[in-house]
């Protein structure tokens, strides 16, 4: 066997058995006789010329190569998946396919607003997915995400292959429907104890405006906690409570019967593109990260 040739179909049978850890379990999930899948794990080693395995109380533990052979076996599928993805973006279509995931707490008119930028600069189909930052970040790294939209960066535990860029920043002032405009007069102190509806999905505006209540002297009501700003919006629009919105989000059809109370000093909301590292970057996602400003 010419050893400047790997042998994929090997790689992938040590791949599954490293993953089951024994002969028995690899050659179930594989539908191969265990026989067969043995032999085959022996080719596989004679051709590296290093032992992948030792085998101890009827387990199999990967030697030192074996764990090497795993590190680089793991990244070749992975980059194999991801070469599969990026090109049946654009099959059955001439559009580039581009998917995006956005948390539940990012205002709509931002989504929007990336959506026609992603038109503007190509023809594409886009695809866009609403859900947590934990499930959102799974699904990038996964590369079944090209991109996502959240509130925050990420922590610095999270960083290897991930990449945070702010693109946007907007003050934030309190809203409500016209019975609570007259609040804006001895703005903020008029604000103790008035219904509030606040967002329990962006934790970093939630402690900020805590924060500016507790310095002020003001105590709050907070009678609803919601993920969705179109809900936070909806039910502000029907008196239920104040909301703390973005500028840039108060001029949508959720927010038309909204009025101004006051603005929150110093306070702001932040909108973060995340990517994950690719060898085929999506050229559309590409385009987005670099020049898409809110």
Same mark, same amino acid.
């Given at each position: 066997?010419?050893?400047?040739?790997?042998?994929?179909?090997?790689?992938?049978?040590?791949?599954?058995?490293?993953?089951?850890?024994?002969?028995?379990?690899?050659?179930?999930?594989?539908?191969?006789?265990?026989?067969?899948?043995?032999?085959?794990?022996?080719?596989? #080693?004679?051709?590296?010329?290093?032992?992948?395995?030792?085998?101890?109380?009827?387990?199999?533990?990967?030697?030192?190569?074996?764990?090497?052979?795993?590190?680089?076996?793991?990244?070749?599928?992975?980059?194999?998946?991801?070469?599969?993805?990026?090109?049946?973006?654009?099959?059955?279509?001439?559009?580039?396919?581009?998917?995006?995931?956005?948390?539940?707490? =990012?205002?709509?008119?931002?989504?929007?607003?990336?959506?026609?930028?992603?038109?503007?600069?190509?023809?594409?189909?886009?695809?866009?997915?609403?859900?947590?930052?934990?499930?959102?970040?799974? #699904?990038?790294?996964?590369?079944?995400?090209?991109?996502?939209?959240? +509130?925050?960066?990420?922590?610095?535990?999270?960083?290897?292959?991930?990449?945070?860029?702010?693109?946007?920043?907007?003050?934030?002032?309190?809203?409500?429907?016209?019975?609570?405009?007259?609040?804006?007069?001895?703005?903020?102190?008029?604000? +103790?104890?008035?219904?509030?509806?606040?967002? +329990?999905? +962006?934790?970093?505006?939630?402690?900020? =405006?805590?924060?500016?209540?507790?310095?002020?002297?003001?105590?709050?009501?907070?009678?609803?906690?919601?993920?969705?700003?179109?809900?936070?919006?909806?039910?502000?629009?029907?008196?239920?409570?104040?909301?703390?919105?973005?500028?840039?989000?108060?001029?949508?059809?959720?927010?038309?019967?909204?009025?101004?109370?006051?603005?929150?000093?110093?306070?702001? #909301?932040?909108?973060?593109?995340?990517?994950?590292?690719?060898?085929?970057?999506?050229?559309?996602?590409?385009?987005?990260?670099?020049?898409?400003?809110?």
């Amino acid at each position: 066997m010419d050893k400047q040739w790997l042998n994929y179909h090997h790689l992938y049978y040590f791949t599954v058995i490293a993953q089951e850890g024994a002969i028995a379990k690899a050659a179930k999930r594989l539908r191969l006789g265990q026989p067969t899948l043995s032999t085959q794990l022996k080719q596989f #080693e004679d051709h590296l010329g290093f032992p992948l395995f030792d085998r101890k109380k009827k387990r199999l533990h990967l030697t030192q190569a074996g764990a090497i052979a795993l590190d680089y076996a793991n990244e070749i599928f992975k980059l194999g998946s991801e070469m599969m993805d990026t090109l049946n973006d654009g099959r059955r279509s001439d559009r580039m396919r581009i998917q995006i995931g956005c948390m539940d707490s =990012i205002p709509k008119d931002y989504v929007l607003q990336l959506i026609q930028a992603a038109q503007g600069f190509q023809s594409c189909q886009i695809s866009c997915i609403e859900g947590s930052s934990e499930h959102l970040l799974e #699904e990038l790294k996964a590369h079944r995400l090209d991109l996502l939209l959240t +509130n925050h960066p990420l922590s610095q535990t999270k960083l290897e292959g991930i990449f945070s860029k702010r693109v946007g920043q907007a003050p934030i002032a309190l809203y409500g429907d016209k019975k609570f405009q007259k609040l804006s007069k001895n703005f903020p102190q008029s604000l +103790n104890g008035q219904p509030f509806i606040l967002s +329990n999905h +962006n934790i970093g505006l939630r402690r900020s =405006i805590e924060l500016y209540f507790n310095q002020v002297g003001v105590e709050i009501d907070v009678i609803a906690e919601v993920q969705d700003t179109s809900l936070q919006k909806l039910m502000s629009s029907h008196g239920l409570g104040i909301v703390p919105l973005a500028d840039k989000t108060v001029e949508s059809s959720a927010a038309k019967d909204l009025f101004a109370i006051g603005e929150l000093p110093g306070i702001f #909301e932040e909108v973060w593109m995340i990517v994950a590292d690719r060898r085929l970057q999506n050229p559309v996602a590409e385009f987005l990260l670099k020049e898409f400003q809110l």
